[in-house]
């Protein structure tokens, strides 16, 4: 099958207007030692019957959240994603477009991205946004970055409670910034604001996660002030579900706030595509990355809205700019709008507090022992489950319960400890066939 | 159009997430407790629809007309990828999910990589970077450990790119800390191989190209460029972002190089949603397989697995295995073509060539050559002649229909129009752009007014891009909100790239 439109004897006309006789011809300028010569060795053409059969087998392979009960997360959730989100995103007019270069013919993708910015600065109390970035790891090297040359400083901190994939991403783009990477340790689950005070000495940004990785609370506005008594940036990694019952960044002190969008509006797939949100206080914006969509107005003064401080931008500034990123995610931060705005700012703290009731539910039912007793949590908590967390996570998976995440996978002297998140999703009799399986 | 921030009642809701009965009221500590609500839209289910759709309705997509954007391959996106991204055995499957839960999506990244590395002529693909961007500032850490391995890493500092290049090329090379070699373009078009031997020695790591380049012109020269950098033991990287004129004809590991991104959006048929998902999967050569971002999948006769062990590895560019959403679409279109893939290829160019032959003789043709899948005309005469610019042109388009093509792109043209039909364009959507293009050329000359107030019955008039940046407003300001149209307007319009 191909998505060709042309006929026969179009190929024909077209080829006499421009004076050739054969496509071949068309070619012309490829040296022979760089031609195939061949056809390509893959595998044969299917109709779009046969893909919607084999591709259906392959899905058919996954044990995904209908087939397997799920109190796995670690950094993407099983939230639920409305039906208007999909209505939304179907629309081929914002589905096919691509960005906004022309403003005349791009309001409507203009205008989401302007509400969307508003949007994730209302979230976490910032005052810009950018259009989105990548994911939630790739915006925390997108602060990095910025910290670096706000500050002239050549170190960064990263807490240990940070999502292990975070960090691993920082400490990949770091060498090419120029930037240094330290970590701080958890203290039984959460940072030490004195020990990340001294840290923070020279360092061009600290970033901490809140909730973190192990879903505690940190204690945030003194991790923010921690960073501002040593003049680095405070950078917040947070959960835009946690902003309807948490205190946003922008309220204690931070910098930066940056996060993964997934959890808001995208489905989990299987990790991507979603979108990471970067917000900042004013004075950062001209070293922000990527998009960013302001106001303006046409001859007539009607509104309208326009890609703007594009001289940050690499197809402006070139070699000097303050990040490489073109293509971005769009679409999915659409889907973070419209599922902010389906929820609004109730149905935003409801989710929030539903989580962390079942979290706190959940905590009493399992009956196993905390793995951070004295702290508290939002809507995931680490338990000790006696063996191998591996183990027990096969166990559970035959009866049909996919219980959490092994922490000993990036945390050594953790193996017996399962990080258990529970979404809105999850209902009081799921946690009790959880509490059996586990006790199993 | 009012903001859905206008449009909000306080009290006004769609969404009602469970509140299930009898549980414990958690409380948050609080000094940690939000204390003031975000400001997030209040409004009931129809009305959200509503202004979605009417949002839907300012904006032009692919569905809506001819959109030849150059260097974004504007193809149609055929929707039965959408469905089948939308599987519940890819769209509700969790990325920690055990290897034995996800082996039909760990098979389908697998296949995927396998043909990738078919197309490209390499050995090894990471399908991990996010975007075309990410995947070159990913080939130039591949590059880094390369050579830090070999231990001339802190000789090794210069990167050579034409200056037709991407902005995103010497953007990537600054972001990996190196530094950048810009070398001229000949009067074909090529590289100026002879600047460029004077540019590249020992301290040189690699190359960055584009070929067919952003003039939509192959390289005659490749193979002699090919030959310079391995000569004093550079790398070459191949930016991925032109590939819809060459597959199956030609590979860029057949052409000499080592590292290459593939656009995933353009080539392969991920819907550009806006803006993004992307997709920007690597491919290399054999020697710098070990470095490519964890996990690798391993095939293990009819499994799958990801290996974490790789101790040479750059490390993670992104989270999990990258976007495999667009991977699953852009597999599926591969899957369609099979080894007819060329097929595409041709009738990109084809198509492209059809269009220059059509309107060669009404605008200017900087370098006159057969092109591949795209071409630069430039509006430099009509600007000097009736003082009608790209812009101009650009924004008359839209009166007739379509969108405009990439503007005042690559810089070497002045007054570039970068034109790319791709390969899904009926030949009469192609005649009436042309007849389009034509008619506007000759309006100049008689009316050049059109086309410098144009668009005409848009939603919104030609918008002055000046004033943004005069005036920063880049979020709603509730009751604080500014009124813009009591600002002076700018004078000049910005002569900047718009597209690529």
Redesign the interface.
């Known amino acids: 099958m191909s998505y060709l439109a042309l006929t026969d004897s179009d190929r024909e006309a077209m080829l006499e207007t421009i004076g050739v006789s054969s496509v071949e011809e068309l070619f012309a300028d490829l040296p022979v030692g760089v031609r195939l010569g061949r056809e390509l060795e893959l595998p044969p053409a299917m109709s779009e019957q046969e893909l919607n059969a084999y591709f259906g087998s392959l899905a058919a392979e996954n044990a995904h959240v209908g087939a397997e009960l799920l109190f796995l997360g670690a950094g993407m959730y099983d939230h639920y994603v409305p039906a208007i989100v999909d209505a939304v995103l179907q629309r081929g007019e914002l589905l096919t477009a691509y960005t906004p270069y022309q403003p005349e013919l791009s309001q409507g993708v203009l205008q989401a991205i302007f509400e969307y910015q508003t949007a994730i600065c209302e979230l976490t109390g910032m005052d810009v946004s950018n259009a989105s970035g990548y994911d939630g790891t790739t915006v925390a090297a997108d602060a990095c970055f910025i910290a670096k040359h706000a500050t002239g400083r050549s170190k960064v901190v990263v807490t240990e409670a940070t999502n292990p994939q975070v960090r691993q991403v920082v400490k990949t783009f770091a060498p090419g910034f120029g930037l240094e990477v330290v970590e701080v340790p958890h203290r039984d689950g959460a940072t030490d604001p004195d020990e990340l005070r001294e840290a923070a000495a020279d360092a061009a940004c600290v970033i901490f996660q809140h909730p973190n990785f192990f879903g505690v609370l940190e204690p945030a506005p003194e991790l923010a002030a921690a960073a501002n008594e040593a003049e680095a940036l405070a950078v917040a990694h947070v959960d835009p579900i946690s902003l309807g019952v948490l205190e946003p960044p922008g309220n204690y002190g931070c910098a930066i706030a940056i996060g993964e969008g997934q959890s808001a509006g995208n489905y989990l797939s299987y990790g991507g595509p979603h979108y990471g949100f970067l917000a900042a206080r004013s004075e950062l914006i001209r070293r922000m990355p990527g998009r960013i969509v302001g106001e303006t107005t046409d001859a007539a003064g009607n509104r309208g809205y326009v890609l703007t401080l594009q001289t940050r931008e690499q197809h402006i500034r070139r070699e000097k700019a303050t990040s490489n990123i073109t293509t971005n995610q769009t679409l999915l931060a659409l889907a973070g709008l419209v599922y902010l705005s389906w929820l609004g700012p109730e149905g935003l703290r409801e989710v929030g507090e539903t989580c962390m009731s079942l979290a706190e539910h959940a905590k009493k039912r399992l009956g196993l022992p905390l793995a951070f007793a004295d702290r508290q949590t939002f809507k995931e908590f680490a338990v000790r489950v006696g063996r191998p967390a591996q183990e027990v996570i096969r166990a559970a998976r035959e009866r049909g319960v996919h219980p959490g995440y092994p922490l000993g996978r990036d945390y050594p002297g953790m193996d017996d400890v399962l990080l258990v998140a529970l979404t809105e999703k999850r209902k009081p009799d799921e946690i009790e066939l959880l509490a059996e399986v586990l006790a199993a | 159009?009012k903001?859905?921030?206008e449009k909000s009642h306080p009290g006004?809701?769609?969404?009602?997430?469970?509140?299930?009965e009898?549980?414990?009221?958690?409380e948050?500590?609080s000094?940690?407790?939000?204390?003031e609500?975000?400001?997030?839209?209040?409004?009931a289910?129809p009305d959200?629809?509503r202004?979605?759709?009417e949002?839907?309705?300012?904006?032009?997509?692919?569905?809506?007309g001819f959109?030849p954007?150059g260097s974004?391959t504007?193809?149609?996106?055929?929707r039965?990828n959408?469905?089948?991204?939308?599987?519940?055995?890819?769209?509700?499957?969790?990325?920690?999910?055990?290897e034995d839960?996800?082996?039909?999506?760990l098979?389908?990244c697998w296949?995927l990589q396998e043909?990738l590395a078919?197309?490209t002529?390499l050995d090894a693909v990471s399908l991990q970077p996010?975007?075309?961007?990410?995947g070159?500032?990913t080939g130039?850490?591949l590059m880094?450990a390369y050579f830090a391995e070999r231990g001339d890493g802190d000789q090794r500092r210069k990167v050579v790119i034409p200056d037709t290049a991407?902005?995103?090329n010497?953007?990537?090379?600054?972001?990996?800390?190196y530094e950048?070699t810009p070398v001229k373009t000949d009067a074909r078009g090529n590289i100026d191989v002879e600047d460029l031997r004077g540019k590249v020695d020992e301290h040189t790591a690699g190359l960055m190209l584009t070929n067919p380049s952003t003039l939509g012109?192959?390289d005659?020269n490749?193979?002699e460029i090919a030959a310079i950098f391995h000569g004093v033991g550079g790398l070459m990287y191949y930016d991925g972002a032109n590939l819809n004129a060459?597959?199956?004809?030609?590979?860029p590991g057949?052409?000499g190089f080592d590292i290459v991104h593939i656009?995933l959006?353009k080539t392969f048929?991920q819907?550009?949603?806006?803006?993004?998902?992307?997709?920007g999967p690597i491919a290399v050569a054999k020697r710098l397989e070990p470095y490519l971002?964890v996990p690798a999948i391993v095939r293990d006769g009819e499994r799958f697995r990801l290996d974490y062990d790789r101790p040479q590895t750059?490390?993670?560019?992104?989270?999990?295995?990258?976007?495999?959403?667009?991977f699953?679409r852009s597999y599926?279109f591969?899957?369609?073509?099979?080894?007819?893939?060329?097929?595409?290829s041709?009738?990109a160019?084809?198509?492209s060539?059809?269009l220059?032959?059509?309107l060669r003789d009404a605008y200017e043709l900087p370098y006159d050559?057969?092109c591949?899948h795209e071409f630069v005309l430039s509006a430099r005469k009509l600007k000097r002649e009736h003082g009608v610019t790209a812009l101009d042109v650009?924004?008359r388009l839209?009166d007739y229909g379509f969108?405009?093509p990439?503007i005042y792109?690559p810089l070497v043209v002045p007054e570039a129009l970068m034109i790319e039909p791709t390969?899904?364009?009926?030949?009469e959507t192609l005649d009436e752009f042309a007849d389009a293009m034509i008619a506007i050329a000759r309006e100049a000359a008689e009316d050049p007014e059109l086309a410098k107030s144009a668009?005409h019955g848009?939603?919104?008039?030609?918008?002055?891009?000046v004033?943004?940046?005069k005036r920063?407003?880049?979020?709603?300001l509730f009751d604080e909100h500014p009124d813009?149209?009591a600002?002076p307007?700018a004078a000049a319009a910005?002569e900047?790239?718009?597209?690529?």
Not at chain 2, 87 to 96: K, N, Q, S, V
């Open positions: 159009m903001l859905i921030y006004r809701r769609a969404g009602r997430p469970p509140r299930p009898g549980l414990p009221r958690a948050v500590p000094e940690l407790a939000r204390a609500p975000p400001r997030l839209p209040e409004l289910e959200l629809l202004h979605f759709t949002l839907s309705t300012r904006n032009f997509g692919i569905d809506t959109y954007l974004c504007m193809k149609h996106n055929p039965i959408e469905r089948l991204a939308a599987l519940p055995g890819f769209r509700d499957l969790h990325p920690h999910q055990e839960g996800a082996q039909g999506a098979r389908l296949e043909a078919e197309i002529g996010a975007a075309g961007s990410q070159e500032l130039l850490l880094r991407h902005g995103t010497p953007a990537s090379v600054t972001m990996a800390g950048l012109l192959f005659e490749i193979e060459v597959c199956g004809v030609s590979r057949d052409m656009n959006h048929s819907p550009h949603g806006g803006g993004g998902p992307g997709g971002p750059i490390g993670k560019v992104r989270g999990f295995l990258g976007p495999f959403g667009v699953v599926a591969i899957r369609a073509y099979g080894p007819k893939l060329r097929e595409m041709e009738v160019v084809l198509n060539n059809y220059l032959a059509r050559r057969l591949m650009a924004k839209m969108h405009p990439t792109f390969e899904t364009e009926a030949k668009p848009r939603v919104v008039g030609r918008l002055d891009e004033k943004a940046v920063v407003v880049v979020r709603y813009l149209s600002e307007a910005v900047a790239p718009k597209g690529v």
